[in-house]
């Protein structure tokens, strides 16, 4: 008979208000502070608002190299547009996988002028042997995104990945052939009042939860931790997970991956593993070569 190993929660990361961009308003738990993060995992950005002044000022054009950036739309209407000709309109459900790699520049702007924009921006970092590789991006509607119903109800969505759901396998449309070097798993899932989620991951991986709604008991039940709203749950290793919703049910992000092991040194936009890389990358953005070809 194989044995589990649960795994528990070991560390909490509350989500702290701040802005980016030219002033978009969003909460950030990974990366809100240096070394604030769970390899591969750099930053996680929450941006939700009804307001529009929160959000219209947008991302105008801005670099990026050394790791690649996952926008994920829940509510909202997004441009994205780069320096090599490529545009994409990401909406309600869509996510936007771009490997920032060896430079890219680019914007993000809202594509409205009234109602709620939300969603999420994750940054995942890139393997030295990767960073200075040609960049490319992914836009992924709504539709390509698997939703999988739960026998005790809720629903989770497989944006990366494959999870045991049910009873059954269900993949993500970035599976495989993406993200080779971290093996992403990227789950949103919704759970009702006091349901239990219960699946397996990847021993070895590095996981956590966000929540953005609600709120929810992380781990084994006799060893159970409460995961407040708009925070992140770091996990300890093993080969399983539980999760129970608290009164109010619960929305939560569920991230995880091969962790690289690698140094991280960050400068702004710039994800790289030495001082003197970063130093070139500035140099690069500064002479107009960040995005050339090698």
Known sequence: MNSTTPRTM??????????????VKLRRSLGSQRGVHVDPFLMLDEFYSDDPNDYLAGFPAHPHRGFETVTYMLDGHMRHEDHLGNRGDLGPGGVQWMTAARGI???EMPQQSEGRMRGFQLWINLPSREKMKPA??????AAEIPAVDLPGGGRVKVIAGTAMLGGRSASGPVNGDASLSTDPLY?????PAGAELNLPL???????LYTYEGGAQVGPAAQARALPHRAAGVLSDGDSLRV??????????LLAARPLREP???????????REEIEQAVADYRDG?????A
């Open 10 to 23: 070991v560390h909490v990361i509350p989500s702290q208000p701040t802005s980016d961009g030219a002033g």
């Open 105 to 107: 520049i680019h914007s």
């Open 136 to 141: 490319g991006y992914r836009d992924i509607p």
């Open 187 to 191: 789950l949103d899932v919704q759970l």
């Open 202 to 208: 990847t021993p070895g991986h590095n996981a956590f």
């Open 244 to 253: 129970q919703a608290g009164a109010e049910g619960v929305r939560f992000l």
């Open 264 to 274: 991280v040194v960050q400068y702004g936009p710039f994800v790289m593993n030495t």
């Open 289 to 293: 070569k960040l995005a050339a070809a």
